[in-house]
Nanobody
Framework: QVQLVESGGGLVQAGGSLRLSCAAS????????MGWYRQAPGKQRDLVAR???????IYEDSVKGRFTISRDNAKNTAYLQMNNLKPEDTAVYYC?????????????WGQGTLVTVSS
């Protein structure tokens, strides 16, 4: 059973930084694609950043140069370092693990962690 536990959210002023953590169990962060998504009130859940098993990363345009996704294989944990935060980054952030079996992807989600950026 896959379990993802996020932590690190909170209230921060604009320009500040936070680091989100996603502790995984039942799945390896090193051999599967890990991602961070966010959902603001009244909006859909959107991809923020993703890292593949090969280490390739992609970022949503608005966070490029400010956010960095990484992982610690020994701790089986994924991270999202968020710098120069802006009020529009306010959202619930969700960790995602994507397990590919054959041609099918299986997604697992954490419970979410709230990030609030004040102006």
């Amino acid at each position: 059973q896959v379990q993802l536990v996020e932590s690190g959210g909170g209230l921060v002023q604009a320009g500040g930084s936070l680091r989100l953590s996603c502790a995984a169990s039942g799945i390896s962060v090193s051999t599967n694609t890990m991602g961070w998504y966010r959902q603001a009130p009244g909006k859909q859940r959107d991809l923020v950043a993703r890292i593949t098993s090969g280490g390739s990363t992609i970022y949503e345009d608005s966070v490029k140069g400010r956010f960095t996704i990484s992982r610690d294989n020994a701790k089986n944990t994924a991270y999202l370092q968020m710098n120069n935060l802006k009020p529009e980054d306010t959202a619930v952030y969700y960790c995602n693990a994507r397990l590919r079996i054959g041609a099918t992807d299986f997604d697992s989600w954490g419970q979410g962690t709230l990030v609030t950026v004040s102006s």
